[in-house]
């Protein structure tokens, strides 16, 4: 596949570059390098120890063999900005360094050795995308939004292939089943077949990086070719029975937007595991967040405790019982996570396990009339 500069864009070495991202901000990191002699670029898609990269070169391609290190999360990804060898250099260039990230969106791998997995860098939009072909999995979303949120990038949710849902009552009802679980997140229906809410998500995007997210046959392949405004991504049907479809999208890919901006669309993921996503989880449930700092006791767990805000909000209904199972188990998930990295909060876990069993067996003894 081959990744060309819009016309806008191959006119000019410093037009290039802006195209994709590059400030002044970005300019004041790389001076060390460029006193080295050295180029920048951003890289547009990696794979096999190489990468293509974005310079005013054009597109070049170059090893990554001096920037491989051994933090799973500190590797070379699309959406980087690196430092590369000049045009003239040994055959391959290599890319000699990276600039610090301003955002990261990671996830945790499937890998018994609890490895974090970065998936795109220095992105400003997540583009959640959910196929309306299949029941809303509300769950699922959370755990995108948490993920974003705690990389950085402003979250919205794209409802792909809303025109398979042709009562607008019925439309609006889904829509705001999931405003529900995603506050402070606009929330997009869009149809790339007719159009409809196409000119919204381009508004959104115009600006900065943005990032393609969801599981495979959600439509996000079908949704960058939109975007970009031409055919630059692979397509197939996804299944009647399940909606789920082919990984189209093997590699992460960008391309700069017609409008302005540019875009990375991702493979489609199967696990979305949370890394280090505390944060997050706090600001996709804001609410029970919020609720939290009106209980009695500052660690309350919002299980039996006295005075409890949570439980409260759950007992009137102003809380649904989903949501607080949802955010207990992401937290729950989350600190698992951390644990395997963490000696202190394995220590604090191991302290609480053990504080909470000195409680049941003395609970259990009061009932049985052994502790006076």
Known sequence: MSFPLSPSTSSSSSSTLDAHGWDSGWAAAFAPYAAQGLVPGRVIRVDRGQCDVATDDGIVRADTAFVTPHDPLRVICTGDWAAVDPEGAADPRYVRACLPRRTAFARSTS?????????????????????????????????????????GAQPTVVLSKADLVPDPVGLSYLVEDVET?????????LSSATGEGLDVLSAVVAGGTTVLLGVSGAGKSTLANALVGEDVMDVRAARDVDGKGRHTTTTRNLFVLPGGGVLIDTPGLRGVGLWDAETGVGQVFSEIEELSGNCRFHDCAHEAEPGCAVSAAVEDGSLPVRRLESYRKLLRENQRIVAKTDARVRNEILKDWKRKGAEGRRAMELKRGRVR
């Open 111 to 151: 890998s018994k050795r609890s490895e974090g997995q970065i998936l795109a860098a220095n992105v400003d939009h997540a583009v959640i995308t959910v196929s309306l072909a299949v029941e809303l999995d509300l769950g699922r979303i959370e755990r995108f939004l948490a993920l974003a949120w705690e990389s």
């Open 181 to 189: 679980v995603a506050p402070g997140v606009q929330v997009v229906p």
